[in-house]
């Protein structure tokens, strides 16, 4: 079923050429809804991979949250305490900029963490959370972690370690992680989110596009470690087409040159909405 996407965005009009300006409030052509939708989803960038999405029932789900030595990520949300609540916590892989601050929601919260299966069985092993705090899942499997929200592990092409502080030693260790996903996440509304987590472009990303129908896609673009801009914007014209598109993981490690403006030249003239956030600002769809 097709979800047609009403939204007024707040972003900065300069900031759509170049990803770097102050927000402006800026109106979007509206396309008129479905019967099947209603409310309204607020989506914020907290800096790389890290979101908070509030469903149109009124659930924040967060993911990949790396916020207090994140350098792009918003004030509010620096010292943890801006969230209010969490209703679900989702980390794509065992990376330091995806799970930093993961376990510290989880107690802080109450929400338990969701990972790939075998990296939360590495976290309970090292005790860094309590089984009941640290469901498994794996890629294929589908939960539903709040009422009417739907979480689907998929694919991503990456890699995970976690690297975990022996405080007995006082010394990094470097553990399995399990296998990177990214995640399909199903609002009240129907309303689809794709985050690709960390990931190169792969051909089932069409496979993702043919059973999900993402309207909102969040796709790394920095390069070095995950696609560049011009795969992104390949792997989002050609495979994954979403009704709207988000870059991210990018601006905030020095290998990773990969910029908005060069995903939105890289995009051209696509029918795809392309949509350059800053963290901490609320994009309502």
């Known amino acids: 079923m097709k979800h047609w996407i009403n939204a007024t965005i707040a972003m900065a009009a300069a900031g759509l050429m170049a990803g770097c300006a102050a927000p402006t409030q800026t109106a979007v052509p509206t396309i008129p ?68 601050d993961a376990p510290a929601l989880s107690q802080r919260y109450n929400v338990p963490l969701r990972a790939p299966g075998d990296l939360s ?28 929200i739907k979480v689907t592990a998929v694919r991503a ?53 043919e059973r999900y129908k993402p309207d909102l896609a969040l796709v790394p673009i920095g390069g070095n470690f995950t696609m560049d801009p011009v795969d992104a914007a390949w792997a989002v014209k050609d495979m994954i087409r979403p009704k709207a598109v988000i870059p991210i993981h990018y601006g905030t490690n020095p290998l990773a040159l990969g910029t908005a403006a060069q995903f939105q030249e890289a995009m051209g003239q696509s029918d795809i909405r392309v949509i350059v956030a800053k963290p901490g600002q609320p994009l309502t769809f």
């Open 121 to 148: 069985q590495a976290l309970t092993t090292l005790g860094v959370l309590p089984p009941a705090m640290l469901p498994r899942m794996n890629k294929g499997g589908t939960v539903q972690p709040a009422p009417g």
């Open 33 to 100: 809804t479905t019967p099947t939708m209603s409310g309204s989803v607020e989506v914020v960038w907290l800096g790389q991979a890290g979101f908070k999405i509030t469903s149109p029932g009124g659930k924040v789900i967060v993911t990949d949250p790396w916020l207090r030595t994140n350098p792009s990520a918003p004030l509010p949300y620096k010292e943890l305490d801006g969230f209010g609540k969490i209703d679900v916590l989702l980390v794509s892989h065992g990376h330091f900029d995806h799970i930093a």
């Open 157 to 209: 092409e990456h890699s995970s370690v976690y690297v975990w502080r022996n405080p007995g030693s006082g010394k990094d260790e470097t553990h399995p992680g399990g296998e990177p996903v990214g995640w399909i996440i199903e609002l009240e509304n129907g309303f689809r989110i794709y985050h690709a987590g960390d990931t190169a472009a792969f051909g089932d990303m069409r496979l993702i596009n």
